[in-house]
């Protein structure tokens, strides 16, 4: 149980890594939306880029549109996003079925259910996110119509820091999903140097909406920046999650964090578009922390399902970081929230934009 | 809407700063608990101190309990806690009533609603806090019967850090909720000199949980982090959330980052007691990122209601920091995520702890 | 738990029959719509009509706005709505606390809980009913911007039925609710002979709703017929809930149900204004079965908490017929499953009413 | 939006009549049940009787497992159960995918989604109900681990009314799962009438479920006479539905109506097993009325979506009446409902079954 998001717009997701299928069910996506295999395929494919540093896994990831939509248009109906599991080798995970690999989720499941299927990591896999990127895809197109967009990018890996981040738009076209040329390239040396050294690496991911109306989210527990906090931390792999200034907030004063506001709209975004849990009509931005992958080949202590002690080398085709492969992952999430709390807003108001930035506007 | 917290321990929340009342609905709470009105009070009386630096309103905060309680005890009927507003003057708005305060949510509820209640912040307020620790005054005891306890302290006030945390026990006794008192000090200090130059601070609040069983935790949306993140990203000021290691494991190694096992169990604990959205049986560790307080007396640049430019000086008895008050608040959130996942995992499993750290328990 | 009602639009109540206060809180409601004591009074009085042949007991039932209203206009924040218990005496249930009384809830409350709170059948009350009424009125307000209006009447007491249904605004003055006066003289005769007799009886409530655009109610779970049977079920003593033709179209043909559709509309209205779980347009009929109250004077069988035999007499200040004090407790069920299905639609389509009979109304 | 039921045992639908695949997706059903295809399609075979009487259309409706279930047993993780679609032929839908078919969905689907998919149904087609069959075969399993089994029969069809129910496990043999062989044959003879005069009939099916233990239910929205008037009114077709005497309680009386108690027990079953919204540990007995099919081959009145009026005359292989094939489906909610009400009390309560008569059963 927990295998559903969102309020209106609502994913049910299921699958496990190597089962026979992964997919999602959106439910309460409006009617008449433009969807298509392809669209879907579209984003998909980005959490797939067959460039170089990711797995070497080669997911075909064919999404099969299995209701929901006639005649190329959603009909209001659930939209039932189906990807089969091919390029499957259960094989490998036969010798270490029985033990608990350290940072993964082995033990916390066998203590939860009493069993797990162990091959692949199953539900705890990172296949998972099929499901969550599919429906994000169809969040996408609503979110279209409403004139937002949402971008992630990579920030830093590995203790490498992307500096240059005045053309975000760079980022979609990198192999690392890295906005800074340069260092990205210091990215991918660190990758290198950490996957000779049979270890993994973390980092941070950013993602930010435009175009968002102020007046989405819904305090006091359903507010816009703890549905994303939420949903992002909900991502396997991410230990922290802040909107706007975030931990560095907590060592500012009010007079520098707080962000004046002129006839032309507020003067600076320490917030991260987001005031008493309701977008502001800024720019939302929010931030993600992301461990190390789990899965090294440097021999680990760990025991077995009967509490006997033993070594773990993972070897295979594992990423050496999650990041960049997470990144259409943090997006989709993001996307589902802001898709969900639209409608939310809807319901209650007819008017979604709220003009009170006159001024500023007349100018722009 | 969004004032319903939990879905099998659900609280709702009401209230506003200046309204009649503020309180919670707790539905969902097991039968047969000992509650009475001097058991809630003493959460709502540790956030409201009545101590050196905090905000002198003199709330009175006495609970009433209305109904779900008899014979001193729970009935599994929704406990109704209601706290009378007394002691408010709401003259003192009435001057900025048509103005944005920087760094509040004037602004975006104005947006979102087209109206608002202005006196004291409305429900915006952290004024309404008091129903979320007074419903997570009825989750502690249910905790208590699990064998769970739940403390928040203060790791940073303004920059100030307490780097001794040998000895957490001491927190709830200091007038800061800091285990260490050479750092309280220097934290009362800064917050002195804060006060004095009329602008305010953030900081860091650390929350534990121990004694949690294995095994609570919902993948793949309601993952414990991921609850606990939304939970506390709903507090206001909050603009950060970071499990274990948190932010610091973006920069780590596999090798080093991943907790290592032996038969006497887990050797680390980067993870903050949760492995795959589910309790690992270790401590449960959460941090947040506490912005600091918007009102200050400084002067800053806003605009009224019709988007003209204005000046604003927020005078009053404002705190110069959410922290300490912040800590009941943050403890009463992750008691509410816990005790609503204890019912979940009861609803598939009789057995709620598992087993495994045979070894190392019967060294313990 | 089960305490909230709606997922939009959303109720929670609280409150058992002796205890402090009975009440609910109201979630989700739209901001700007006119509320205030006076007017969720009025309901309250329909509910405790004060005339011959109801229960003596005096509740004053003064409603509590103790949040959500401002300047007479709600906020969009909850609305607690408070009534405070008075007039109460729990000596008289002192002799029956540990007997379980015939048709009432006290065996099963025990079987569940383990323990309950015996004093005027607790939160199995129909005292509960405030809750429901007061947010019910909520949702009167904000169908009436929507031009939706929702009646309830008596159909039909101990066997005696209305036969004139021509002027069913007749019922709203009648002592029992009754469109058909003759009828209601006598349903109060029958009334009055079961009372002597130291019996109950129970009867048929029929509520119609006018005004409702096409478009209402989710399928395939969320139908408007399914939510209506839901609430209207939930209401204590209902034990069949039909919709339109109800019971009677088992034994009709597709060729007599069937509601045949000319350019000026529906020529009839067997479906009762829900096809395939969608408003159509057309009023909507639903019926509820009401069983007589299960505490009478004539003496019966039971047992006590220990499965001795004993002999029960319930004597008081109690109905002989749920009817007519249940039939305003309808309508708010009614009117809290449309406001709720109002606000869904809304969040899926900015236009509510489809316009497609344009023929009719052009001459209409 | 409404296609997902349950707070728990939670099951969401997807798919049309004619789009590429039905199924249901069952998320939080408790770990290491035994389920395999093969279980579930004895469910969906009951569906498809391939008997005499019902259309001829076949249908193989063949389930695939997709997720949740490992070696056979269930993980804890969502269960996709998908049924493609095949035997599909759309074209004879071509011509009156313009008009709205009386007594269909067509018209209010229309209004709600602005378009629809005309083929079969769609989304409102009976087609539907093969994901709560495929479903409530999971929850069928869990029940029976807690000894509970639930059965539907047919009571009445076109005016035909079982009388001998002394022996219902005849039912299940029965071509229209009807236990009075008698009256079974005269309905088919009924059911021929219908058929070549172009018409067709409704009838009432009534579903008994035993071995439910006492304190099911949550008061006061989700009490469990409540839910299961949900689930059951959901379905297609149904226009009411009663619990115990249901309607013929409206016209008892509380002496007769109520069902006395003894040690060895209650001494009737007017109340259908459930007091106050909570289950008594008596047989549940539920009824549903089931609307005459309202695709009929006698000419009919309608418009097209232009409002211009039309003639319609649906032939095609459909059945005459929506009973039997319905009647696995109303099992199929009834077994939705209780499962997921066990879990909800198992999280409140460690004893499921409350023991009082402990007399009686020392007897038996």
Known sequence: MGNTFGRLFRVTTFGESHGAAVGAVVDGCPPN????????QLELDRRRPGRKLTSPRKEADAVWIASGVFEGRTTGTPIALIVHNRDVDSSKYESIKDLFRPGHADFTFQAKYGLRDWRGGGRSSARETVGRV??????????????????????????????????????????????????????????????????????IVEVRAAGVPAGLGEPVFDKLD??????????????????????????????????????????????????GGISSGQEIIVRVAVKPIPSIALEQDTIDSS????????????????????????????????????????AISERIFERIFTGGRSDG
Chains 1, 2, 3, 4 share one sequence.
Do not use: W
């Open 33 to 40: 939306l433009e969807i298509s295999d392809d669209y879907v």
């Open 134 to 203: 599919a429906a994000g895809a169809v969040a996408k197109r609503l979110l279209e119509g409403a004139g937002i967009s949402v971008n992630g990018f990579t920030l830093e890996i590995g203790g490498v820091r992307a500096e240059r981040l005045d053309a975000l738009e760079n980022a979609a076209g990198d192999a690392l999903f890295c906005p800074d040329a340069a260092a990205s390239s210091r990215m991918a040396e660190r990758l290198g140097e950490v996957k000779r050294a049979g270890d993994s690496v973390g980092g």
């Open 226 to 275: 703890a549905e994303l906090a939420r949903a992002l931390m909900s991502i396997g792999a991410v230990k922290g999650v802040e909107i706007g200034s975030g931990f560095a907030a907590a060592r500012s004063t009010g007079s520098s964090n707080n962000d004046q506001i002129g006839p032309e709209g507020f003067r600076s975004n320490h917030a991260g578009g987001i005031l």
């Open 307 to 346: 509490g006997r002690p033993a070594k773990i080398s993972v070897t295979g085709r594992h990423d050496v970081c999650a990041i960049p492969r997470i990144v259409p992952v943090c997006e989709a999430m993001v996307r589902l929230v802001l898709a969900d709390h639209l409608l939310r807003q809807r």
